[in-house]
């Protein structure tokens, strides 16, 4: 799916996390969490995972976490997409 | 549930609730909003900008998730209007309440803490980390607006006596010629000297959120808190990181609130390692050069007396069709 808008999905909650889209020519995807030394990886393939799932090849993706846990990560992430990718 | 607050009566408890806070209520504001518990306002934020201001919380609610709430859609809402950098001005003692939600202390200084959301500071300095080069380097921050021979003589004078130069230009969208044609003016007017890097200052250094006052052209003293913040922030965080021991600036000889920035500068950059050199300003036909007085004679349309004050790679863009729809813009219409 083609990323085609800015958009954001989350909170800043403790346990939850902001997720940021917004087009572009390449993926990148950039993390900032309070547990980055701790789970940084397991996010990062988490992310990349969901991406790879609704086929996102292109676009900025910035995760500003609080701690949240995969599940929300995923519930997150998938929300921007397909605010991002409709219409 | 955050709503916007529209009705007069919403206003009304947004000003009762800030002011019991011990804040201002300052308009103006892109977005205010709030949160309601049987129709009574407990929770309150506004964003003017990139800058969240005015979140209060009812003392009886604070703790929870109130604060989080407001600050969440104030950044939402910011988010879709385009705006994707957010900072907080508040108390130092409040610092910590926003770290926790992943804003990042940027400075503090006596009553005043910046704050940004996210690590965009640091994403910036990560940009720029090829430019970064050893030694004894030097920095000059400027608008360039347009980019004169008195830039090009402070630029030329200052590269001598560094192993490295950086030109920081003011990224700030309030000046006549738009960034990119700055940035271009400078990067063409300097490109013969080695030593020399052309970069941005994003919102970091003289930029509304740093030192708005630089924009406002006055000289009050909510002016002089915020030129410390702009100059702690350069001194603690930009220089270090290009190894930047000197800063250079041009006398002023005109500007009432430039000449107050030069005045700060002198007073808080040498205890953080590092010095400020005045050079006086370049002279042409019997007064200093400066942009202003380029603009001046641009409005008049006196391109004999710009070319007397500009470098050839200016006065040509100036004198391109795309140059000419800027400054014609401004004075004709």
Redesign the interface.
Known sequence: MKITK???A?????SDL?V?L?PAETLSV?I?S?VLKQFGELIRAKVEEVLAKHGVEAGEV?I???GALDYAIEARLETAILRATEG | MVTSLLTTDDLRQAQALVAESGLQFEPPYDDLVGVFESGQLVAVGARQGRVLKMLAVAPAHQGGSLLGEVVTDLVGRGYQEGVDSFFIFTSPALAPSFEAFNFNLLVSSGKTALLEYGDGLRRYLARYQRQVLPGDNGAVVANCNPFTLGHRYLIERAALSVDHLYVFVVREERSLFPFPARLRMVQEGTCDLPNVTVLDTSWYAVSSITFPTYFLKEGDPGGAIQMELDLLLFGTRIAPHFHIKTRFVGREPFCRTTAQYNAAMHSILPPLGIEVQEIERKSAIGAAISASRVRDLLVRGDLDGIAELVPVSTLDFLLSSEGIKIWTKGGVT
Do not use: H, N
């Open positions: 800015k958009v954001q989350g909170t800043l909650q403790s902001m940021f917004e950039t900032e309070t910035r500003i976490d609080r």
